[in-house]
């Protein structure tokens, strides 16, 4: 198994967690893994991403353009900065929730992330787009958009994980308060 996983949202998204929660699974089964994170802005909003890569072989955690096997997007901008990362034969897996940068804000702009979901399905043969608002709303809580899109990431067959690898290292590193509905996250697209 080798698998290079590129991460991308924005700060207080869970992305990090995410790519915990496969790292863990992946070395309970003996799996090399290496990763690297860069969340300097998620506190202000900013960009957050992770690189994961898994299987023998690895010298690097970081990703070479068009290295990454599947992207993971929280946020549909933040998916469209991240092609360049792709294989083009790499499958994509984002969510239709767009989080309004700061500027947009401030100069009045009307992003609905619309534009960008056009624009992935133009240029990305293998993607799943996620309605996270719904599925949120049906599980209770917006913290769980990261376990559905994982969930959702895992079910492409892109990685070589399981569901229940998943949920098993997520009891390990969520508090027991949370596992519950983070397992419905995770079961939430079949």
């Known amino acids: 198994m080798k698998n290079n996983i590129f991460f991308c949202g924005v700060g207080g998204q869970g992305t990090v967690l995410a790519s915990k929660l496969i790292a863990s699974a992946a070395m309970k089964r003996g799996i ?65 929730h767009p989080i309004m940068p700061v500027t947009a804000v401030l100069k009045g702009s009307n992003y609905t992330g619309a534009e960008m979901i056009d624009y992935l399905k133009k240029k990305v043969k293998n993607l799943t787009v996620v309605d ?47 596992v519950t509905m983070n397992e419905k996250a995770l079961d939430y697209v079949k």
């Open 32 to 96: 090399p893994v290496m990763s690297a994170e860069t969340i300097g802005m998620a506190q202000k909003g900013g960009s957050v991403f992770s690189f994961l890569r898994l299987g023998d072989g690895l010298h690097c955690p970081m990703l070479a353009s068009g290295a990454a096997d599947i992207i993971i997007g929280f946020e549909p901008a933040e998916t469209v900065r991240s092609l360049r990362y792709l294989k083009p034969d790499g499958c994509v897996i984002v969510s239709s």
């Open 132 to 178: 996270t608002d719904e599925a949120t709303r049906s599980i209770g809580s917006a913290k769980s958009m990261n376990m559905v899109l994982l969930g959702a990431a895992i079910r492409t067959g892109a990685i070589d994980l399981s569901i229940d690898d998943i949920k098993a290292a997520m009891r390990e590193r969520v508090k027991p308060e949370f």
